[in-house]
């Protein structure tokens, strides 16, 4: 590291290692990954944010992400910037099924296969959630051990008209991506 560097106390840059796709949650490696977190040590958002995170944070992102373009890939570059560089972000994208988005929102252009596949091949996502939920619980969370869930503010409201998002703001597990 330069003087210069040091004396700004600032941090390498990290090098993007991927040589290939993103694996699927299903994976050997995401496996493999998941299990070499310690989930028992709660990440805060202070914590995230000041660079003192004792492990990698796991931030998910969801979202239908029919006909990928440069606004999504956009939205996952934030999500996976949303501390700093002093803070290494694992990013796990969950996307949904047709059968849900369907259900939900109507017909994609492409196909939950074609729209795993887009994902998978943007530089900043480390795993892919394949048939992702609409709402994520508990369950959810603790089994990708999901630190904090990236979205724009805008409320995602449910058939019973409360915020998708609503408890994990409570909980203190939401972190603001701009609307792109």
């Known amino acids: 590291m330069s003087r210069k560097r040091e004396a700004e106390g ?5 090098l993007c290692t991927h040589l290939g796709p993103a694996p699927f949650d299903s994976d050997k ?10 989930y028992s040590i709660k990440i805060t ?6 660079g003192l995170s004792p492990r990698k944070v796991r931030v998910y992102a969801d979202g239908i992400y029919d006909l990928f373009h440069q606004g999504h890939a956009r939205q996952l570059m934030q999500a996976k ?39 998978r091949h943007c530089r900043y996502v480390d795993e892919v959630v394949r048939d992702a939920p609409w ?5 959810f969370l603790s089994f990708h051990k999901i630190d904090f869930v990236a ?12 915020d998708v998002y609503a408890a ?9 991506t701009q609307r792109t």
Request: glycine letters at 6%.
């Open 81 to 119: 910037n949303v501390f700093g560089p002093r803070t290494e972000v694992y990013l796990l994208v969950g996307c949904t099924s047709d059968e849900l988005t369907n259900k939900r929102k109507g017909k994609t252009v492409m196909s939950e296969e074609e729209r795993y596949e887009a994902i």
């Open 135 to 139: 709402e994520c619980d508990d369950d």
């Open 168 to 176: 994990l703001k409570e909980k203190g597990m939401f972190v603001a």
């Open 45 to 50: 958002l202070d914590m995230a944010r000041s």
């Open 10 to 14: 600032s941090s390498e840059q990290r």
């Open 29 to 38: 490696a995401a496996a493999i990954e998941r299990e070499s977190q310690d």
């Open 151 to 162: 979205h724009d503010e805008a409320p995602y409201v449910t058939e019973s008209g409360s």
